[in-house]
């Protein structure tokens, strides 16, 4: 079946430190893909998507480019803060389910 | 964007009690639900896909006498947590599909965070 795999965290970084949380998947077809963050005690927000492939999302400074060759969707920042430590979730859309990565934790220490 | 709203955001309850924890679409409608559970440091698990108007389906190993599932209107589903017990203590999560959407994106609440005692 489908599924997504994303880096292990925690990932501890220093503020304006360079982010690449990555994240693969295995899917029939090519499924839309998903970015979600996780802020302390709250739901989720959508990132970023990416519909087809060679499409890249971005919001907030953060960017994914939807690889179809490596089946990637990697997360990258340029320059992080403080105020984005978070978990970050990696998801595909499955027949209208979003199937979910383990998430990422993410610190950035001042 | 779309707001997706649930309640209680935390509840605290003993053990043998019933919880219902409800979740609103704000301002769009939405055919399809779903919930999800979350333990800590862990991600989402898909618990069931709420349809208005029909049965919820489960995911297999979903107990849906305990968690029953009522979707009666287009902005409106709920989650009741029958006879709660202290391993049911995580934090559910409601999810909202726009049904005018075409890319699948789905919309969280702010999730509910369940304590049974």
């Known amino acids: 079946g489908n599924s997504v795999t994303q880096m292990e965290g925690p990932v501890t970084l220093s503020e304006e430190a360079f982010l690449t949380i990555n994240c693969t998947y295995t899917?029939?077809?090519?499924?839309?893909l998903f970015w979600y963050v996780q802020y302390p005690g709250e739901g989720l927000q959508l990132l970023l998507k990416?519909?087809?492939?060679?499409d890249k999302g971005s919001n907030k400074g953060f960017e994914a480019t939807y690889r179809k060759e490596t089946t990637s969707f990697h997360l990258e920042k340029g320059s992080v803060q403080v105020s984005d430590s978070a978990v970050y979730f990696c998801?595909?859309?499955?027949?209208?389910?979003?199937?979910f990565g383990q998430g990422t934790e993410l610190s950035v220490k001042p | 964007g779309a707001v997706v709203s649930q309640h209680p955001s935390w509840v605290i309850c003993k053990s043998g009690t019933s919880v219902k924890i409800e979740c609103r679409s704000l301002?769009?409608?939405?055919?399809?639900m779903f919930w999800y559970r979350q333990f800590p440091k862990q991600s989402l698990m898909l618990m069931a896909t709420?349809?208005?108007?029909?049965?919820?389906?489960?995911e297999q190993g979903v107990e849906k006498d305990k968690f029953l599932i009522n979707h009666a209107s287009l902005t409106l589903s709920t989650l009741t947590v029958t006879s709660a017990h202290p391993e049911d203590s995580s934090f559910y999560i409601c999810?909202?599909?726009?049904?005018?959407?075409?890319?699948?994106?789905?919309?969280f609440g702010e999730g509910s965070r369940l304590t049974v005692l």
């Open positions: 990416a519909t087809k492939a060679d």
């Open positions: 999810s909202a599909r726009d049904h005018l959407a075409t890319t699948g994106e789905l919309f």
């Open positions: 301002d769009f409608q939405a055919t399809t």
């Open positions: 998801a595909l859309n499955q027949g209208g389910k979003l199937i």
């Open positions: 899917a029939t077809g090519y499924p839309s």
């Open positions: 709420s349809n208005e108007g029909s049965k919820a389906t489960y």
